[in-house]
């Protein structure tokens, strides 16, 4: 009998805080919802312009991307990451789609894939969705003899940062187990420490050049507030890229005309890249204050649009807390078991929501 795919994957997280939601909903001045990264301020006017301006081209779209788009990425990942033009890239429909589908795609049925201990859960359900076996671990050592690793840095839920050594080690271990390293760097401009600036896996720091087995993802949401437009794109191995490519190709799965040339502006568009560090650096410093003086004890959190604390008690009771208070987060058992007494809060209110928060947890 047929079993659903479905009925392998665990529940949707996010439905297990709609009591919460209906909490913070209820307060006189309204919800505080800090609890989906989801952004919330103006794409700039150059990326509406660059889509609209293609909405007249009937045409099928290229898988592979426009020439314009190739370089666009090739010369982003250049300024970002330091890598050179030898690097293959890729769009994709948006980050999660893409991760969700990595594993079916390069072929993991029946083999061991690693997450990290606290994780995105899409890379769980990637896993589930190929068939695959699946491993929470953080150290190369205990990698065993996994066929493919997601890594995230900075993390989400946590914002923590993999330094170029730890990043080196998971290279090395991947490189002597020929295993493939699908790096989630979505969040890789948002920094606030300058001690611990985020890296990439492409970094020549830590690969000597070498980019055999690695691939790097790579999202407009969260850098352009372009999350509507799930725009995204992968960047690594060449022949990874292009195995990839033309399984793309043979399922349909192309990243819309208007959207490629939206990206190109995009991935151009430094200043307004830098103007929304800036946007999250300011209502960063106004929550990090408000919730240590509330009694919160923030772990990590170097970089990302989330902040990752604590209470020391049970997440839930956490998430309740600040329910009654409308503010909604995430609790830190959507990412794993190691998350159980955190939540997640994002960074992703307008100012005017964020004051709000600010002034509830005083």
């Given at each position: 009998?047929?079993?659903?795919?479905?009925?392998?994957?665990?529940?949707?997280?996010?439905?297990?805080?709609?009591?919460?939601?209906?909490?913070?909903?209820?307060?006189?001045?309204?919800?505080?919802?800090?609890?989906?990264?989801?952004?919330?301020?103006?794409?700039?006017?150059?990326?509406?312009?660059?889509?609209?301006?293609?909405?007249?081209?009937?045409?099928?779209?290229?898988?592979?991307?426009?020439?314009?788009?190739?370089?666009?990425?090739?010369?982003?990942?250049?300024?970002?990451?330091?890598?050179?033009?030898?690097?293959?890239?890729?769009?994709?429909?948006?980050l999660k789609e893409a991760i969700a589908w990595l594993p079916t795609l390069l072929g993991m049925r029946g083999e061991t894939i690693v997450i990290p201990s606290v994780a995105y859960p899409t890379y769980e359900v990637a896993a589930l969705m190929a068939g695959a076996t699946l491993?929470?671990?953080?150290?190369?050592?205990?990698?065993?003899?996994?066929?493919?690793?997601?890594?995230?840095?900075?993390?989400?839920?946590?914002?923590?940062?993999?330094?170029?050594?730890r990043l080196r080690a998971v290279v090395a271990w991947a490189r002597e187990n020929g295993a493939i390293i699908a790096s989630d760097e979505c969040y890789l401009d948002l920094a606030w420490d300058d001690s611990k600036r985020p890296v990439s896996i492409l970094d020549p720091r830590v690969t000597d050049g070498d980019n055999t087995g690695l691939i790097a993802m790579h999202s407009l949401s969260k850098s352009h507030n372009l999350a509507s437009y799930r725009a995204a794109f992968f960047g690594g191995d060449p022949q990874l890229i292009a195995e990839l490519l033309e399984l793309r190709k043979h399922a349909g799965l192309i990243v819309p005309g208007p959207i490629q040339a939206a990206m190109v502006q995009a991935l151009g568009d430094a200043d307004s890249e830098a103007l929304q560090v800036r946007r999250y650096a300011q209502r960063r410093a106004k929550l990090v204050r408000a919730l240590t003086d509330a009694g919160f004890r923030i772990e990590h959190s170097e970089a990302s649009m989330y902040l990752w604390v604590t209470r020391g008690e049970d997440c839930r009771d956490t998430?309740?807390?600040?329910?009654?208070?409308?503010?909604?987060?995430?609790?830190?058992?959507?990412?794993?078991?190691?998350?159980?007494k955190f939540v997640r809060v994002g960074l992703n209110g307008t100012d005017e929501r964020i004051d709000a928060a600010v002034s509830r947890l005083r």
């Open positions: 009998m047929r079993q659903p795919l479905v009925h392998l994957l665990p529940d949707f997280p996010w439905d297990s805080l709609a009591e919460a939601k209906r909490t913070a909903q209820a307060h006189p001045d309204g919800i505080v919802d800090l609890s989906v990264g989801n952004p919330v301020d103006p794409v700039a006017p150059g990326v509406q312009l660059a889509l609209t301006q293609y909405a007249d081209k009937p045409g099928y779209p290229a898988t592979t991307g426009t020439p314009e788009l190739q370089q666009a990425m090739r010369d982003n990942l250049a300024r970002r990451t330091g890598v050179d033009s030898s690097i293959g890239v890729l769009p994709v429909m948006g491993v929470r671990a953080d150290d190369p050592r205990d990698f065993g003899s996994a066929a493919m690793v997601f890594i995230n840095s900075p993390s989400n839920p946590t914002g923590e940062v993999l330094s170029v050594e998430v309740d807390w600040l329910a009654q208070r409308g503010i909604l987060v995430a609790p830190g058992d959507f990412y794993g078991p190691a998350g159980q």
